[in-house]
């Protein structure tokens, strides 16, 4: 077995400073599990013994465990009540049917109770040291081998350390949901005696979903931080679990996935957080007592306006009630090509583009905003496919064989990338009656349409006639 540090050297990795995706790749030369990697990094980087990281850690654990335990005992949250003694109970709720994963989740939402009482010490943030916490107190109730119990708090800390330089502003995304995802699923990963592949893979599926996930309740509006920090967690069993036991692929790099989290979380912040706080604000806890020092005049204009809000929200809730699909019909053709918006919705611009057309057709241009363009392996095939045949979005003979078809009848194909969003445009060449659709991309198949020739009447007809819905906007 070849020591980590020469195999980090050789592999030109900055040791002591290694990444996931290069503990995962030294993990895999040496034979060892990543757990073992991160440990012999943290000793050879420090200077201490193994013994001695170990120590370090319990450590550094030490007070949150303690924030867990009151907030499964005797705690009660402003925020979340008395959420860890109800799952801690005897005859608490049980979330997953999984004893150990249960406990995890009890210890996860009760060591934010313990924050409220007697605070937490942060990773990221005190959203991630929740789930971080709740795992590593549930590890040591059900496991006793005291090494294993090491690496997995090597592998939660290694990837909260990660996540705590990622974070730089506010985002649970890169706290409770996302780092205690990607640690948590390390974390089963590495109990399991899983491979390094499987938890990269485990950790990359992990992190998915949270990409861009804001802090919703601001830390001031009860209940909703339990779905985050306990979603985190049962992402992670997910996650874990496809990986170590089904054929899933995944092809992107653990630290690729870690570093487009840290930008998407740069751009929530900027973008998605203040929508978030402009529709809670109404739902804000308030302290009386602090409340006593803000002016008057600044307080009814705030009620003012959180009133508004809510008049607003509603008013936008019945209009998406009243042009939602009655349950009788609630979906659309089916669509090939694994998405609705990004097949679907292009596909059914060149099926209207078709019927617009007139004789043998000579030529496609297709021209796709960015977004689109980028996934033009699963979306050019749909367009052409209803382009030249005005086949549908469900037909999945046509989508598989139309490529093959388009070069045996030697139809000129242009593929264009725009940089105006959302646009999907079709121009079809044919013989006696050219054809073009501008629309914008939506889900559901659906599209805008905002030009056509010859006729943009006859377009809209066309999509009534095969069942393509349009929308305004």
Known sequence: MKPVAET???????????????????????????????LREAADSTG??????????????????????????????????????DLAAEDGAKIAGDPFVDRIVTYTLAAQVGNHTIGLCPCAGTGDA???TGFVKAVKEFYTDKDLITRVMAVILKIGGIFRVGKRTTGCNMEGIGAGAAASAAAFVELAGGTPAQME??????????????????????????????GGILIARLASQLAMHTSIPSTVPVDVMIAMAAQCHLASAKHVVPVTIEYMEPFFKHDERVEAYIDPAVR????????ELIVRAAAESRELARRANPITKPF????????SQGVGSPTNCGRIAHFLSEGRIKKVKIELYSELFARR?????????????????????????ILAEVRRRGIEVEILEVDEPSVQRVTIEAEKQNSMVDSLNRGGARLVLRDASPSVERAREIAEELNIVLIDQ
Do not use: W
């Open 332 to 339: 659309a053709e089916a669509v090939v090509g694994g998405s």
């Open 377 to 401: 392996a699963i979306n050019v095939p749909g367009i052409l496919m209803a382009a030249v045949d005005g086949a549908g979005t469900s037909d999945a003979d046509a989508y598989r064989e």
């Open 201 to 230: 893979r485990a950790v990359v599926l992990a992190i998915s979903p949270t990409i861009s996930v804001p802090c919703t309740p601001r830390v001031l509006v009860p209940g909703l931080c339990a779905t985050h920090i306990g």
């Open 48 to 85: 201490l013994t193994g013994e001695q990281v170990a120590a370090s850690m319990e450590e550094a654990f030490a007070h949150n465990i303690c924030a867990a335990g009151i907030g499964a005992t005797t705690g009660r949250s402003f925020l979340l009540g008395a959420v860890g003694q």
């Open 300 to 307: 009814e204009a705030e009620k003012r306006r959180q009133e």
């Open 130 to 132: 929740c789930p971080y």
């Open 8 to 38: 980090a050297r050789e592999l030109g990795y900055d040791y002591g400073h290694m990444t996931l995706g290069e503990c995962i790749r030294v993990a895999e030369e040496t034979r060892m599990s990543v757990g073992e990697v991160i």
